[in-house]
RNA sequence: UCCACAGUAGCUCAAUGGCAGAGCAUCCGGCUGUUAACCGGAGGGUUGCAGGUUCGAGUCCCGCCUGUGGAGCCA
């Protein structure tokens, strides 16, 4: 007797197995009767034959409603008529505990009735496959940064000040020492990480109290962000295009079956492969003009302007240098031309927008203090950032890659809200 | 904050201004290979809330509430 997971029963046919789970479904013949079983691993159908058993195990039928748990024994046969691949022909059944009448049926749902039972949600097959490739993006993200000496260096969710002094934080009250706000990236710590150990990254949670209402905002969402010394904004690209085909590689390579599941169109992301396309905020806009879509010279690219930009692309697409007035303080300006910040950002294709956005960062005193004070940002709470470049400072770069937005793009799914087990969304904070 | 659309049974949806309906779910019955199983039967409604027009409102008008996704902002 073996006590096993769903995805082992490959190995095990003709063996006698015990598994334990919840239902997914039933269907009755009569005196043949089909239970399928799902542990987390997969699913499972479980074959009754009422000439078999006693009436008591048989009749477990009957008690067990929709994700009611129970276990079972049985031999593992293959069966291309199951769903799964492998059945059992059970010689026990045991319930452990009935479930109440549950709400989400295999039929349609609406997304308002599916959010409020988001707890519940995540059992089902779509919620799950998404959330495995989750697990495999995030896997990889750590798995590509360990493996290439980066140290992981933790920023605080706490800060004292606005990171880049645009964004909309959260407030909260923090003791004798006034406000504290939730952080909105984890950047400017990095710097200071990179400093010292060369190459970091920082993976955390970040918060943006935008009101923004659209399939690609959340509140709260995963960050990941490299920073590493001495490189320019070449090697920052050269950096941000090897991770993201490295990220996809890993969930061709890892979730083939999910990707099914999802009914995700492969062959979009099998074409995600080095080099890709680099085109400057200038050439961008003359695609813009080509395409005659109206646009004002040296404005930032709203959503639908990056779809037409991007959409003519097979894999993400990389924007450089944008006007220094549109981005960030800390961002250096390209010699070439002051007018241009060493900026650059991510396209996903297929209309996903902005996945990455990086930079090479100012490393002159003086023109950074110069910034902080054009920014009219507060000078004492960025003094320790000013330090980074009193004491040794070198040209270093960076970028930042939205996680929840990566899976809903190599998913292919509509909305961020599914990309993430729990979303927060400005009119949702439960469950 | 602004713009657009929506709200009817537990769920997903129908109903020319004229009797409030279907499928699924639930309950009862049938079926020895089901595949969102199928077949027969039953129960299930303050049509988001409040007002107005009308002989008559789920339907038309006004206000509010809730939801959705889009703009701005960004990953």
Redesign the pocket.
């Given at each position: 007797m073996t006590k096993t997971y769903i995805s082992d029963l490959s190995k095990l046919v003709g063996q006698e197995v015990e598994l334990q789970g919840w239902l997914y479904?039933k269907?009755?013949?009569?005196?043949?009767r089909?239970l399928i079983l799902r542990d987390g691993t997969g699913i499972a159908?479980c074959?009754l034959?009422?000439?078999n058993l006693s009436e008591e195990v048989f009749n477990t039928f009957d008690a067990l409603?929709?994700e009611s748990s129970f276990k079972v024994k049985g031999v593992v046969k293959q069966?291309d008529?199951?769903?799964g691949g492998f059945?059992l022909?059970l010689s026990d059944c045991t319930i452990i505990s009935v479930a109440q009448?549950y709400?989400i049926?295999?039929?349609?749902?609406?997304?308002?009735?599916l959010?409020d039972r988001r707890h519940l949600w995540v059992r089902s097959s779509r919620q799950h496959a998404i959330l495995r490739i989750r697990h495999t993006i995030i896997h990889a993200i750590r798995e590509y940064f360990d493996s290439r000496g980066f140290i992981l260096f933790d920023a605080p969710i706490f800060t004292p000040a606005a990171c880049e002094g645009?964004?909309t934080l959260f407030e909260t009250d923090y003791f004798e020492l006034g406000k504290a706000y939730l952080t909105q990236?984890g950047q400017l710590y990095g710097e200071a990480g990179a400093m010292a150990f060369g190459k970091v990254y920082v993976f955390g949670p970040t918060f943006?109290a935008?009101?923004?209402?659209?399939?690609?905002?959340?509140t709260e969402?995963w960050?990941v962000e490299p920073e590493v010394a001495f490189n320019d904004l070449n090697d920052n690209m050269d950096l941000a295009e090897d991770f993201l085909e490295f990220i996809v590689q890993s969930v061709l390579k890892n979730n083939m079956e999910d990707l099914k599941t999802i009914e995700r169109n492969i062959s979009k992301l099998e074409n995600v492969k080095k080099p890709f396309p680099r085109i400057s905020y200038h050439e961008a806009t003359e695609i813009l003009k080509r395409k005659g879509i109206p646009f004002d010279y040296g404005n930032?690219f709203?959503?639908?302007d990056?779809t037409a930009i991007s959409e003519d692309y097979d894999r993400p697409l990389i924007v450089h240098r944008y006007p220094s007035a549109?981005k960030a303080f800390y961002m250096k300006r390209d010699p070439q031309d002051e007018t241009k910040a060493l900026a650059m950002d991510i396209l996903a294709p297929e209309g996903y927008?902005?996945?990455?956005?990086g930079s090479q960062r100012e490393d002159d005193y003086d023109v950074l203090l110069a910034r902080i004070k054009e920014h009219e940002l507060p000078q004492e709470a960025f003094d320790w950032y000013l330090d980074l470049r009193r004491y040794g400072s070198v040209p270093h770069s960076g970028f930042?890659?939205?996680v929840?937005?990566t899976v809903a793009w190599i998913c292919g799914i509509e909305?961020?809200r599914e990309t993430i087990p729990f979303a927060r969304m400005i009119?949702?904070i439960t469950p």
């Open positions: 479904n269907r009755s013949s009569g005196k043949i089909f159908q074959v034959v009422k000439n409603t929709q069966s008529k199951a769903p059945e022909e009448e709400p049926t295999p039929k349609e749902h609406g997304v308002e009735f959010a645009t964004s990236s943006r935008e009101k923004s209402k659209t399939r690609r905002h959340l969402f960050m930032d709203g959503a639908p990056e549109v927008g902005e996945i990455v956005g930042g890659l939205g929840e937005r909305h961020v009119y949702r």
